[in-house]
């Protein structure tokens, strides 16, 4: 009798394991289902932002369209502004020359190395300049390079004291780019 019951206990047992198994995976299925309702609403939220991303892309190419004539021409403008490759070197030096005479300075030292970008059609110039004077007189060149009907670029500048001058002079020392036309 025992052994009737053991086996009964035994089937029940087994009976309510399975059940638990078939419970556990009704929780499984539900959480899983109840994400997935909530899935698309999420989705369509992150495709909402993508949308508005595109949109703004779209709208940032049709101003660059709109836009474009007028920015070719403000190239086209610069271009022309820039000193012809034949009066290259010798203009530039004849600015610079005036720029430092009007600031009371005096020029040291200038040396040119070019580089042609042949798809622009332009040589780039780069420039090592030294020039020495007071201080005042340095800015008022600097200010001068600016408003300059030529395009400086200064990428580099130096100051130290003058040694053998008065205690008030001083040296600059400048790497300096611009641009010349070359013959199309």
Do not use: W
């Amino acid at each position: 009798m025992d052994r009737t019951l053991t086996v009964k206990r035994k089937a029940i047992l087994a009976g309510l394991g399975v059940l638990l198994l078939a419970d556990l995976a009704l929780a499984a299925y539900s959480v899983h289902a109840a994400n997935a309702v909530r899935r698309p609403m999420a989705l369509l939220v992150a495709d909402s932002k993508k949308l508005q991303l595109l949109n703004a892309d779209i709208e940032r190419a049709e101003k660059i369209r709109h836009d474009l004539p007028a920015t070719v021409a403000d190239c086209d403008r610069f271009e022309s502004s820039l000193l012809p490759a034949s009066a290259g070197n010798s203009a530039i030096v004849a600015d610079l020359d005036e720029l430092a005479k009007k600031s009371a300075l005096q020029v040291q030292a200038v040396s040119f190395a070019h580089k042609v970008i042949p798809q622009r059609n332009l040589t780039e110039v780069e420039l090592n300049l030294a020039v020495s004077g007071e201080y005042s007189n340095i800015v008022r060149f600097m200010n001068g390079l600016q408003r300059s009907r030529s395009n400086y670029a200064i990428e580099t500048v130096t100051l130290q004291p003058e040694a053998q001058a008065g205690a008030t002079s001083l040296r600059i020392a400048m790497h300096i780019k611009t641009y010349v036309r070359t013959a199309a």
